[in-house]
Structure formats: structure tokens, C-alpha cells
């Protein structure tokens, strides 16, 4: 199994303004994934990291509003930017462990004003 | 991509049997079958895995018949506590983004 450090574990920002959200794993991992899971709603997939190689992004989501860092095996960063009250959500990180198992971060609840 | 369907919710009473059944007709040879669980203000929680046949860890049983076009998370006498949303994915990690379905919202009552 992989536990997973997130934070902050919520924030309250003004429109306009941008967050960096952090990822912290306490094992070596290839492939890390952002998800967005907004109020009552499934989680959706924003971007697959993978370490040394540009973040995969989903239909909808743009590296521009949503920038991702991956510089090592342990550790990323989701960037929300520009943001606006529709991107109030929980935003949550989720590493591959062995066995096709996903393991996920408590997430980021942001509220944006 | 497997896509998987599941009821929306389900309703139990503590101590008994719960089972949530997912469809997936188009699943692939390579694809396993994963259940998880989230509570509220967390993240999913890996349950249970299978690929074909019948899994059994601690906490659940996974029934996939011969055709893997569906499979059936089995909760043994639940509790108050095992309300959550239970979430049925489909796919192997190296070649699929694990997509989530809508999930099933299982409330227990006393």
C-alpha cells in the first residue's frame, strides 16, 4: 500500500487567484493521477503525471487552468489557476500501488469566493 | 474502456447481507475488476479485487461470473458504519485511465 500526504486539506480563495495543491508519497511510484470530485458527484479524472514525461490531460482540462508538476517519484502538484466559484470541488491525488490498486489522498476541499 | 453501470443507491438494515451487483459488457482480457469504498470528506478506499471467479478478503466477497460482463461486491452483515458509496472500476492501470462510474450509495439503518 502507498500513503498519501495532501495538502491543504481545504482553503478558501478569492476569484481570480490560483492554488497549489500537494502530493506527497511515502514510496517510489510511476504513475500518479488528479481527480476532481465535485459536491455529491463521482470523482473525474483530470490529468495522469508520470515522472519525466509531460502530465496527460483529459478531455476538458487544460494544462493552462490546471498545470502540473511531477519532479520526482514521490511527490507532485496540481495547480488550479484562475479560478472561479465553479472550481470549488475536492480535488484529490491517487497513486498506483501494486496489483492494479489505486490508493488516494484524503483530498483538497477548496471553496472559491 | 470498460464502462460500468451500477445501481445508485441501496437501502440495508445492520446485520444483514449486502450485494452490489456492476455491469460492464465491454470488458477487456487484460482488465481487472476493483471495488471501492469512499466516505464522506475522504478519499476512495481499495476494497476488493478480482479478475475472474470468486475473491475473498476480511471485509467483502467478489462473485465475477465465467463472462466477467458483470461482477458482485458481497458485504457479510453490515454495519452502521459501512455507509459510504461503493464504486466499481474496470481496467488495467497501465493502459486504461481508471474512469469512475457514478457508484453506489449504500445507506444502513438500524
Known amino acids: 500500500s502507498a500513503v498519501i500526504s495532501q495538502k491543504p486539506s481545504r482553503d478558501i480563495c478569492q476569484r481570480g487567484t490560483s492554488l497549489t495543491i500537494q502530493c506527497q508519497v511515502d514510496s517510489q511510484v510511476t504513475m500518479m493521477f488528479w481527480y476532481r470530485q465535485q459536491p455529491g458527484q463521482s470523482l473525474t479524472l483530470i490529468a495522469t503525471?508520470?515522472?519525466?514525461?509531460?502530465?496527460?490531460?483529459e478531455s476538458g482540462f487544460v494544462i493552462d487552468k490546471f498545470p502540473i508538476s511531477r519532479p520526482n517519484l514521490t511527490f507532485s502538484t496540481l495547480t488550479v489557476s484562475n479560478m472561479s466559484p465553479e472550481d470549488s470541488s475536492i480535488y484529490l491525488c491517487s497513486v498506483a500501488g501494486g496489483g492494479e490498486k489505486l490508493f488516494f489522498g484524503s483530498g483538497t476541499q477548496l471553496s472559491v469566493l | 474502456l470498460a464502462k460500468t453501470t451500477q445501481p445508485i443507491s441501496m437501502d440495508s438494515y445492520e446485520g444483514q447481507e449486502v450485494n452490489i451487483t456492476c455491469s460492464h459488457n465491454n470488458i477487456a482480457t487484460n482488465d481487472y475488476i476493483t471495488w471501492y469504498q469512499q466516505f464522506p470528506s475522504q478519499g476512495p478506499r481499495f476494497i476488493i479485487q478480482g479478475y475472474k471467479t470468486k475473491v475473498t478478503n476480511e471485509v467483502a466477497s467478489l462473485f465475477i461470473p465465467a463472462d466477467r460482463k458483470s461482477s458482485t461486491l458481497s458485504l457479510p452483515r453490515v454495519s452502521l458504519s459501512d455507509t459510504a458509496v461503493y464504486y466499481c472500476l474496470v481496467g488495467a492501470i497501465n493502459t486504461d485511465k481508471l474512469i469512475f462510474g457514478t457508484g453506489t450509495r449504500l445507506q444502513v439503518f438500524p
Open positions: 503525471a508520470n515522472q519525466g514525461s509531460e502530465a496527460t490531460y
